[in-house]
């Protein structure tokens, strides 16, 4: 049995907690060794069917809560029905263990003092610096020996048996007295703690009108572009060092302008409701996985009351063969149900595997949020 996942606690931290308390756990032992490189979906599973969150539901449920993904998700296709695309029927790693952790001494002290212990959180990720609650340095390196919190030196248990006989809430804090690592650090907490996705289409709209707003000369310009990339490159040079800044954490040029152009997320936010005011919320998105390829995307929803997927595609016929220009989109005519032509013009059928089947889908007596 797992211990109980704390909020916004990083899936690192959640299988480092369960393997300092009970190593002799067959499955953490599992769950250990196999994250030794990295989270897999594999292992966010694993974990989700140890905890009774089930299905594509239940793994995007993790996914979202418990490590860095909503950064991706936030910004969102129009088309896309799923959370995570194909996350959930693919491969996928998450949270590099060489990567260093960063814990906020001011959060570890806060935490002792509420729950008697404390955890290692996803908000707290390489290219955030600053706490967004307490505004002090996040510390990457133990104070007391000075190794960095990986898995190469410094594992994550360290924050349960301490160091040198000292523990990490002994930490000093140290200020922070640059806005820009605080803005930087509360626009990235507010994106994991919001509950819906924009339309990444909106948003490209919202920034060029404020880009527009802010270098007037450049209007025609920006108005012109037509690709993303044309977009960018008339900005960087407007930016100056304060796209380096931005653009630190993330290559998505997006955050990168949104944080230079706004005052914060909120102002963000509301901007871009003027080009997308119906915002879909995140869990709605939880049920539905994403299969197939380009411009042949197609999408599962998980009924858990039947116990079936239900499938849907956002692209027609014409379209898929329009776009890609040759025989494999078009529709196919098959002996079996369609006009049977003359002997000569067929072929023998036979039974191809087509690739692997689905995952199967649960049948659950609540709802997935209830477990």
Known sequence: MLLRIQPEESLRSFIARNFYVNRYSPLIAELKKDSNFAVSNYEIKKIGKAMGWLGCYGFNRLLHNHTYYPSKAF????????????????????????????????????????????????KHHPGITVCA??????????????????????????????????????????????????KKARFFRDIFSFDSVISIEAARLALRERACERWPYLREKLVAAEQWHEFIDLLKDEFGDDWNLACGIYNDAIYGFALTLYDGFQDFLNHIKCYDYRLRKIESLWSTYATGEYLAVQYIREDYVHGVGHWSCTFSPKEISDA????YGRPVEYPCCNHAPSFYETRPLRADRVGSAPPGVPILARHPSEY
């Open 75 to 122: 910004l969102h296709k129009d088309e896309d029905l799923s959370y995570s695309e194909l996350a959930y029927i693919h491969s996928g790693t998450y949270e590099l263990a060489a990567t260093p952790s960063l814990f906020c001494p001011e959060c570890v002290r806060d935490d002792i003092a509420s729950l008697g212990f404390s955890y290692w959180r996803r």
């Open 133 to 182: 609650e307490h505004n002090v340095y996040l510390e990457a390196k133990c104070p007391f020996c000075l190794m960095p919190f990986s898995s190469k030196n410094h594992d994550l248990d360290v924050m349960w048996k301490g160091c040198k006989g000292l523990h990490l809430s002994h930490t000093p804090s140290r200020r922070n007295y640059k806005f820009t690592e605080l």
């Open 324 to 327: 890609r220009g040759d025989w």
